[in-house]
């Protein structure tokens, strides 16, 4: 069967980043060519509009946003979401956005909203890893 791949969407120039932007990024573009994929944004998917206010992962794991509102349960939404179309069209691996509080696979921001990164997961990708989705690192 092919291997259909999951890719976080500003990773392919969609603009659902946090300040309506993209991470547009050559190197996934060169990988996905020619293969089937499925667009991924966890935070869209969890009820969080583009542009919204940025949130970071605290220390007790709640997911706040930068004027202190809690974002945990969109979270939580926008994960099981991501696995549920994941699996509906059978996919096992995935192209993440690093440094994301969702999409981050080696790192993420400390929760201080001082732009200091630090190794950890984001909710979904831990998530994704639980559930055996395979996180391809180009
Ligand atoms: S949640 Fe993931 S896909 Fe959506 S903008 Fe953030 S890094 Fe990109």
Known sequence: MKDIIGVSACLLGINCKYNGSHNLD?????????????LICPEVFGGLGTPRIPCEIQ???KIINKIGLDVTEN??????KTLELLKCNNCSKVI?????????YTRIYDG??????IKGLGVTARYLIENKIDIIDL
């Open 59 to 61: 220390k007790d794991g």
């Open 96 to 104: 993440l956005k690093d440094g994301s509080p969702s999409c981050g």
């Open 26 to 38: 050559p190197k996934v573009i060169d990988y996905i060519r020619g293969k089937e994929i499925v």
């Open 75 to 80: 979270f939580k939404i926008g994960k099981e």
């Open 112 to 117: 201080t909203f001082t732009n200091k990164l």
